[in-house]
Nanobody
Framework: QVQLVESGGGLVQAGGSLRLSCAAS????????MGWYRQARGKQRALVAI???????NYADSVKGRFTISIDNAKNTVYLQMNSLKPEDTAVYYC??????????????WGQGTQVTVSS
């Protein structure tokens, strides 16, 4: 079994910064890819950024140049540095991971979500 736990959300004024963390624990042989999704009130859940264990990244156009995703493979932890935050970034942010466990089975996991609120 694998669990993902997010932290670092909170309230920040427009133009400010936050750093989200997502720690994976449990039966982890290999993290194939980890990413962040967000869901604003009344909207669909959308991809924010993804990163592979090898360090390849991809970002939604709306956050390019402002957000940076990174991974610490030794700690099984992914980070999302969010700069120049805008009110439209307000959402619940969810960590997602595709992980191969020690039984050599790959599964998709989700964290519980962390609230990010950006005030005007």
């Amino acid at each position: 079994q694998v669990q993902l736990v997010e932290s670092g959300g909170g309230l920040v004024q427009a133009g400010g910064s936050l750093r989200l963390s997502c720690a994976a624990s449990g039966s982890i042989r290999r993290i194939n890819v980890m990413g962040w999704y967000r869901q604003a009130r009344g909207k669909q859940r959308a991809l924010v950024a993804i990163i592979t264990s090898g360090g390849s990244t991809n970002y939604a156009d709306s956050v390019k140049g402002r957000f940076t995703i990174s991974i610490d493979n030794a700690k099984n932890t992914v980070y999302l540095q969010m700069n120049s935050l805008k009110p439209e970034d307000t959402a619940v942010y969810y960590c997602n991971a595709d992980i191969t466990n020690w039984g050599y089975s790959a599964y998709d996991y989700w964290g519980q979500g962390t609230q990010v609120t950006v005030s005007s």
